[in-house]
């Protein structure tokens, strides 16, 4: 059984930073792909940022220049580094993972609010 653990997120004025984390735990898994997506209220899940097992990233238009996806497979964790936030930017961000064998999963996500 895999359980993913978000973190990190909080209350920030606009143009600060934040870090997200998503950690896998567990046994008996393999993660390929990890994503970033969120959901404001009253609007869809939309993505955010991508990385792949080999270290590739993709970046939704709105984000790209002020988010950075990366992750260390040792510890089974992908970050999202945000910076120059801006109040649109507010969403439940939601962790995603490629797992095998058990295929894509989802984390509960955290709270992001950008607000002054």
């Known amino acids: 059984q895999v359980q993913l653990a978000e973190s990190g997120g909080g209350l920030v004025q606009p143009g600060g930073s934040l870090k997200l984390s998503c950690a896998a735990s567990g046994s008996g898994f393999t993660i390929y792909a990890m994503a970033w997506y969120r959901q404001a209220p009253g609007k869809q899940r939309e993505f955010v940022a991508s990385?792949?097992?080999?270290?590739?990233?993709n970046y939704a238009l709105n984000v790209k220049g002020r988010f950075t996806i990366s992750r260390d497979n040792a510890k089974n964790t992908v970050w999202l580094q945000m910076s120059s936030l801006k109040p649109e930017d507010t969403a439940l961000y939601l962790c995603w993972v490629d797992l095998a064998p058990q295929g894509g999963n989802w984390g509960r996500g955290t709270q992001v609010t950008v607000s002054s």
């Open positions: 990385i792949t097992g080999g270290g590739n990233t």
